[in-house]
Structure formats: structure tokens, C-alpha cells
């Protein structure tokens, strides 16, 4: 997938199929799109039960956005990984190759994979490295 624009349509048509789960983890900047790219659809996904979980690094700056989602997802601080990536259902992967700081919009790349093999074990890694990671406190973050 080429360009951010068309990485973050495809993002929402399979995001708008999960059954079970959505599992993303992205950068500090790009919480802020995705919660404004995305937010309506995991608001539908939410009310059907999916489980939705975000992992970023959270700033002051991004905060605000993250407070939003918490009512829809759950959302985890993350300093470790520096990543982009979506996991649904566990059997569709899209992850962005490219640092978002360091790229343009229009030449940023996504690799969508839709096999139940990959995105399964990527799933387990994922939920091994949530245990670790720290809940959001937006009301300390706000104060610094």
C-alpha cells in the first residue's frame, strides 16, 4: 500500500471486518491520526464487543486523543517498541515499513498480509508485551 492516505483506507476496511479484535501499535504522532481516522469505526466495533487494544508512546501532545479513545479501546504506554502495525482478528496484518518521522505522507508504505499463520503469532507477541506495558494516566500526564 503506497501512500498514508490509502494505508489508513484499507486500515478501515479491514478494521470494519474484525470480529474479535483489533490490536494496534503506532507512534505518538500517529495516535493522533488514527484517532481521527478511525475513531468512528472502532466506536461501532467497540459497541459489538471487540476487543480493542491501542499501544503508543504517550506525550502531552497526544493526551487529549488518547483520553478520547480510552472510551472505545484499551490503551497502554509504550517507550520500548517503536512500531506501526495493526493486527485483526488475528488473521490480518498491516504494518507500515517506514518511520513516520522520517517519511512523507505520500511515500509512507504499508505491507497488508492476510494469513492466519503470521498474524497469529505476531497476536501472541503482542499480548506477551501488553502484560508490560504501563497504563495511561492522562490526568498525571496533563500536570507535567
Known sequence: LKGRENIYTHLDTIIKNAKKSVYLVTTAEGLARKGEAL????????????????AAPI????????????EVAKIKMVSKIDARFCIVDDNEVIFMVMDDKNVHPTYD???????????SALS????????DMKDVNPAALKSQ
Open 39 to 54: 475513531k468512528s469505526t472502532l466506536q461501532s466495533l467497540a459497541k459489538k464487543g471487540v476487543d480493542i487494544r491501542i
Open 59 to 70: 506525550t502531552k501532545d497526544n493526551v487529549a486523543v488518547a483520553e478520547d479513545l480510552m
Open 109 to 119: 508504505v504499508g505491507i497488508w498480509v492476510n494469513t492466519p499463520y503470521f498474524a
Open 124 to 131: 501472541n507477541m503482542f499480548s506477551l508485551a501488553w502484560k
